[in-house]
């Protein structure tokens, strides 16, 4: 009777040990099901969001940056009671006014009676960036949907996600409908975010199943003509721009009518919808940065309104929009820095653009 119950505490405490120190298998995330890549198949590096190998004139910055995985994600199901994340790094970002949960950690959603519904984020320690980490535990068992942002601000040779041993992996179908190409600055990157599924981007493609493809780039969306050549070649059914943040109003006037002819040339028919920059927090007693952004707004919103005073500009652009968005509350009380909005900024800045492109989007049966 004692060798059977300490047998049978033998047991337990094996059981015990095992679900607290599972063994995992490992599956490379492109085995799974990518969403929210902007060019599949044509980069060397499938963590890539442009091949700088073939598209030429961005900066060593600009470089990295069009490297990092900003906006992808895959899209999974499991019934792994946890889940382990192995990533090979590239080149690493530590933004000082972004999460590193965002800037090289992952984000895990997972649908629960149609709606994403956050589950868990993580990452490793800067001096265990080759090291396996777990990233939620202690789930039920039952077959989960799972949604995985990448990291925004680092460069991935290899992510491989575990389940446990004698658990299922499979990749899910793409949940999201249609491809939208948006092109912008830090904040369609996701600077200032504590996670990666809370840029604007991502939230905006979780609330309406739309694909956002992101190439947001910090500091350096400026209407440039090595940019429009990878926008030209970018198969979308849509084009979503926040490409006035980071120039200054002259730069506006000189780069923005050539920059939408290239764009409406190479993608006839299909909508071009370019969104007003948003107030910075910064120019509240700045009376120069005050003066700086609004001459920025004005000049943007002048040209669009030149561009449609016509018949015809009316017959030539009538495939180009132009929004404003709002990621400032009344009370002031969503940035960061002074620029960049916090996570309820982003989902203001989501939500007010939401009825505007769905509306635009509608026209070309984009639903």
């Known amino acids: 009777m004692k060798k059977s119950i300490v047998f049978a505490l033998l047991l337990a405490g094996m059981a015990a040990a095992a679900a607290q120190n599972p063994v995992y298998v490992y599956t490379e995330a492109t085995d799974l099901t990518i969403v929210g890549k902007l060019m599949p198949g044509k980069t060397a590096n499938p963590y890539h969001r442009v091949d700088t190998t073939l598209y030429k004139g961005f900066t060593k910055r600009e470089n990295e940056l069009v490297r990092m995985s900003s906006g992808m ?5 499991t019934d792994s009671r946890s889940l382990s994340i192995l990533t090979q790094y590239g080149k ?15 984000d895990l959603y997972i649908r629960d009676n149609g709606k994403w519904v956050w589950a868990s984020s993580g990452v490793t320690g800067r001096n265990k960036l080759s090291d396996p980490f777990t990233l939620v535990t202690g789930m039920d068992g039952s077959m989960h949907e799972c949604l995985l942002y990448f990291p925004l601000y680092s460069e991935e040779y ?15 179908a793409n949940p999201f409908r249609h491809r939208i190409a948006i092109w912008g600055s830090s904040y369609t990157h996701g600077s200032s975010t504590s996670r990666a599924g809370m ?10 199943g739309l694909q956002m493809l992101s190439l ?66 910064r120019r509240n007693y700045n009376v120069k940065e005050d003066e700086k952004e609004q001459a920025k707004m004005d000049m943007a919103a002048s040209i669009f309104k030149e561009l449609k005073s016509t018949p015809e500009g009316r017959k030539k652009y009538k495939d180009v929009y132009f929004i404003v968005p709002q990621a400032c509350p009344a009370s002031h009380e969503a940035s ?32």
């Open 336 to 367: 960061v820095d002074g620029v960049h909005p916090d996570n309820y900024g982003y989902t203001l800045w989501a939500q007010s653009i939401r009825k505007p492109v769905l509306k635009i989007l509608r026209k070309y049966g984009i639903r």
């Open 199 to 208: 840029a604007y981007p991502a939230q905006f493609s979780r609330a309406t």
């Open 73 to 77: 994600a895959c899209v999974f199901n």
């Open 92 to 106: 690493t970002d530590d933004p000082v006014n972004t999460n590193i949960f965002s800037a090289r950690g992952y």
């Open 216 to 281: 947001g780039c910090s500091g350096r969306c400026l209407l440039q003509d090595y940019f429009c050549d990878v926008l030209v070649d970018v198969d979308a059914d849509a084009f979503v721009f926040d490409s006035f943040s980071n120039p200054q109003a002259p730069m506006i006037r000189e780069r923005l009518v050539p920059f939408i002819d290239r764009m409406v040339a190479a993608h006839p028919g299909k909508p071009l919808i370019f969104q007003q920059t948003i107030y910075r927090e």
């Open 158 to 172: 290899s992510i491989k996600i575990g389940v446990e041993e004698g658990a299922t992996l499979t990749p899910a």
